[in-house]
């Protein structure tokens, strides 16, 4: 079973897009795959209870069928920081806990396991723990989604900084174009290649249709062992 944690530069930086491209990637190969988000805001009230949009799409993308408590067992309804959440709640939950919520997730027999973070990589959990340390906990490697976009090289260098000095290991990182008119696209992708000291899983361009399969078509897997070369 091969598992990653996928956190992204910023707040819409495509961290959604990029892991059920890769769980649609992992399909077209004919792997079992399950993505997971275990705690996530923004979620709508349905008749079944709350519902978060990125949860649905790791569900869809994914080829093993898991209970929706199960891919996100902590969803909060407002769409602002997870912790403002729980703490306007009065609720507390540790990393020990979501790390158990995954764990038990992946019992579940997969190939690939993907489990998502909220926002970008130093995002509060509560007043003493980072989201980031779910990562470590779960002792699985990163991968970095870049969105590309004025700035993104500044922030793409320090949440690998940071990732790295948490001691999780950065096993890749995928550009995802925000921008349609981005000035010299090729320029600040080159150097990101060359100054995340990653592999580049692909760059996934800004596209009208997002769809898993339409995204995977511009993705590889980490255990392809791709090319550094993104020009």
Not at 112 to 138: C, F, H, I, Q, T
Not at 197 to 206: F, I, T
Not at 212 to 220: D, G, K, Q
Request: proline letters at 5%.
């Amino acid at each position: 079973m091969s598992k990653y944690f996928i956190t992204g530069t910023d707040t819409d930086a495509g961290k959604t897009v990029v892991a059920a491209g890769l769980l649609a990637r992992a399909a077209q190969q004919g792997l079992r795959s399950v993505g997971l988000k275990p705690i996530a805001a923004g979620c709508e009230l349905t008749e079944q209870g709350l519902r978060n949009d990125d949860a649905l799409a790791l569900m869809a993308a994914s080829t093993e069928v898991l209970a929706y408590e199960v891919v996100n067992p902590v969803a909060l309804e407002p769409a602002i920081a997870p912790h403002i959440v729980l703490m306007k709640q009065n609720r507390h939950v540790s990393v020990s806990q979501l790390a158990g919520y995954v764990r038990g997730a992946m019992m579940t027999p997969a190939d690939l396991v993907l489990v998502e973070g909220a926002g970008g990589w130093r995002v509060p959990l509560n007043r003493r723990e980072m989201l980031s340390a779910l990562a470590k906990e779960l002792e699985v490697p990163a991968i970095l989604v870049v969105g590309v976009k004025l700035g993104c090289i500044n922030h793409a260098l320090l949440a690998a900084e940071s990732i790295r000095a948490d001691g999780v290991e950065l096993a890749g990182w995928v550009g995802n174009v925000i921008d349609a008119d981005t000035e010299c696209l090729d320029e600040n992708l080159m150097t990101l290649n060359a100054l995340l000291q990653a592999p580049c899983l692909g760059v996934v361009p800004h596209l009208a249709d997002c769809s898993a399969p339409r995204v995977a078509e511009y993705l590889t897997l980490p255990t392809d062992q791709p090319s550094a070369d993104v020009s």
